[in-house]
């Protein structure tokens, strides 16, 4: 079966425009949760959609923003870049949001910003 | 935090010798898993131990858990080249409510492998 897909691979934005990420998770699977990895802080949770509705969702500011659509699809959004949002962002599909059937993780986007 | 935290921070061997990470977490915990990490790309899932388990084998791998310590370590024997990467620790904690969807990453050991 297709593995969790994440677009684009990288991304080079200034500081202050907006940028959208997508990940497409495994055919069947209805969660994705979101990840930033940096090298400060490490691998930080953002949020976690389920059938399109936002279930959990880490500490970070209103900036960063995400949606699911009913094919699961999940993007995120990060308005009014800063130079800190250049990390790594993953994307984990899973059945149903825990461990049981497992996590799948995206090979992620590399955001640069400017 | 839930955060875990991996020991040591960097390791490196040679190749055919064994190399062992500990993970150690800070909350009670449905399970705890480990991943590797190659050079900045995706995060690929190894092993998962559950809290009332305390060994679990796959292949060269070998995962132990501590509840009362509240901690884990991962042995790779035989280590080879290939196995260079980043090695992480992730729980997931009881609290469903709180938690679902989410995993809690420790820092990671880089694991250097010299041919």
């Known amino acids: 079966k297709a593995g969790v897909t994440q677009t684009p691979r990288y991304l080079i934005k200034t500081r202050g425009q907006q940028v959208t990420l997508s990940c497409s998770p495994i055919s069947g699977h209805r969660s994705v949760s979101w990840y930033q990895q940096t090298p400060g802080q490490g691998l930080q949770f953002l949020f976690e959609?389920?059938?399109?509705?936002?279930?959990n969702k880490g500490n970070f500011p209103g900036r960063f923003s995400g949606r699911q659509f009913s094919n699961s699809r999940s993007e995120m959004n990060v308005s009014t870049l800063e130079l800190g949002d250049s990390a790594l962002y993953l994307c984990?599909?899973?059945?149903?949001?825990?461990?049981?059937?497992?996590?799948?993780f995206g090979s992620g986007t590399r955001l640069t910003v400017v | 935090s839930q955060q875990g935290e991996e020991d040591p921070q960097a390791l490196s061997i040679q190749e055919g010798e064994n190399a062992t990470m500990n993970c150690s977490y800070k909350t009670s915990i449905n399970n705890l898993q480990w991943y590797r990490q190659n050079s900045g790309r995706g995060l690929v899932h190894l092993i998962l131990?559950?809290?009332?388990?305390r060994e679990k084998h796959s292949g060269r791998l070998r995962v132990t858990l501590d509840t009362s310590k509240k901690s884990s370590s991962l042995l790779i024997t035989a280590s080879r080249a290939a196995d260079t990467a980043s090695y992480f620790c992730?729980?997931?904690?009881?609290?469903?409510?709180?938690?679902?969807?989410?995993?809690?990453f420790g820092r990671g050991t880089q694991l250097t492998v010299w041919p």
């Open positions: 131990i559950r809290s009332n388990e």
């Open positions: 992730a729980t997931e904690s009881f609290d469903r409510g709180s938690t679902l969807g989410r995993l809690y």
């Open positions: 984990a599909s899973s059945l149903q949001g825990d461990s049981n059937y497992g996590y799948t």
């Open positions: 959609y389920f059938s399109e509705t936002q279930r």
